[in-house]
């Protein structure tokens, strides 16, 4: 308790350009740790529903079905994407047992339509590209911090250094009680910039690594889209 109200009074008696370093330092680290709450809350439901929407995807092959389910799942990427494509190319997707696309049964020759599989492919891009600079909205304010909060402390920390070395050439002393002050202003900046600068680096680079395993999840979902459509006919097609 007494180092903490220590550290509260050098802060409190430390010079206005130590103090306009810490408060800044404060914003940045509140406005990175409301970052980091808000986007693993976002990033947890988005794991959750995708894994939930992608296991119906494979295990349904009523694709009308599929587009109701991720319909329910506001937060899946997998699904968001989904949906944006089959909304724009549902007649293009195979109909159920029984209904009136039956090319198969009736002899037609199997035929990849390219028109329509570069068209759906275009559209799967666009839509996971959207979908992936959501998943990574507000991560480059994370990257910011973890970049620019330690060269904050470092100034603080050479402001402090030459406020120590000025009051010895004031008091013509190098007396401990002369020096400490300003040494320990520069500390306090130092450790200030790297308790904001390490955990908004360590989320930063924790949701990029989570982005690039849902690129992976769309890409395998494109693909599996495209291979549904490549089953169509040519004299089917819409």
Same mark, same amino acid.
């Given at each position: #308790?007494?180092? %903490?109200? +220590?550290?509260?009074?050098?802060? #409190?008696?430390?010079? @206005?350009?130590?103090?306009?370093?810490?408060? =800044?330092? #404060?914003?940045?680290?509140? !406005?990175?740790?409301?970052? #980091?709450?808000?986007?693993?809350?976002?990033?947890?439901?988005?794991?959750?529903?995708?894994?939930?929407?992608?296991?119906?995807?494979? +295990? %349904?092959?009523?694709?009308?079905?599929?587009?109701?389910? @991720? $319909?329910?799942? &506001?937060? $899946?990427?997998?699904?968001? !994407?989904?949906?944006?494509?089959?909304?724009?190319?549902?007649?293009?997707? &195979?109909?159920?047992?029984? $209904? %009136?696309?039956?090319?198969?049964? /009736?002899?037609?020759?199997? %035929?990849?339509?390219?028109?329509? =599989?570069? +068209?759906?492919?275009?559209?799967?891009?666009?839509? /996971?590209?959207?979908?992936?600079?959501?998943?990574?909205?507000?991560? &480059?304010?994370?990257?910011?911090?973890?970049?620019?909060?330690?060269?904050?402390?470092?100034?603080?920390?050479?402001?402090?250094?030459?406020?120590?070395?000025?009051?010895?050439?004031?008091?013509? +002393?190098?007396?401990?009680? =002369?020096? /400490? &002050?300003?040494?320990?202003?520069?500390?306090?900046?130092?450790?200030?910039?790297?308790?904001?600068? *390490?955990?908004?680096?360590?989320?930063?680079?924790?949701?990029?690594?989570?982005?690039? =395993?849902?690129?992976?999840?769309?890409?395998?979902?494109?693909? /599996?889209?495209?291979? *549904?459509?490549?089953?169509?006919? !040519?004299?089917?097609?819409?």
């Amino acid at each position: #308790m007494s180092s %903490e109200i +220590s550290i509260l009074n050098l802060i #409190m008696d430390s010079g @206005a350009v130590a103090k306009t370093v810490i408060i =800044v330092l #404060m914003v940045f680290s509140i !406005v990175s740790w409301a970052i #980091m709450a808000e986007r693993w809350r976002y990033f947890r439901r988005a794991q959750v529903q995708s894994k939930e929407f992608l296991a119906f995807f494979r +295990s %349904e092959r009523n694709y009308r079905r599929v587009f109701t389910a @991720a $319909s329910r799942l &506001p937060f $899946s990427p997998a699904a968001a !994407v989904y949906r944006e494509v089959y909304e724009k190319h549902a007649s293009a997707f &195979p109909h159920p047992a029984g $209904s %009136e696309d039956q090319a198969d049964q /009736a002899g037609r020759t199997r %035929e990849v339509d390219q028109d329509l =599989v570069e +068209s759906v492919y275009r559209d799967l891009r666009l839509a /996971a590209h959207r979908e992936l600079a959501r998943f990574e909205q507000r991560l &480059p304010l994370l990257a910011t911090a973890g970049s620019v909060c330690p060269f904050l402390g470092l100034f603080g920390t050479v402001w402090g250094v030459m406020t120590a070395f000025l009051d010895i050439s004031t008091q013509g +002393s190098t007396n401990i009680v =002369v020096v /400490a &002050p300003g040494i320990a202003e520069a500390l306090i900046t130092t450790i200030a910039g790297l308790a904001v600068a *390490i955990p908004a680096m360590v989320a930063y680079n924790y949701f990029v690594q989570q982005s690039r =395993v849902l690129g992976l999840e769309l890409e395998d979902l494109a693909t /599996a889209v495209l291979n *549904i459509l490549q089953l169509r006919t !040519v004299a089917g097609r819409p």
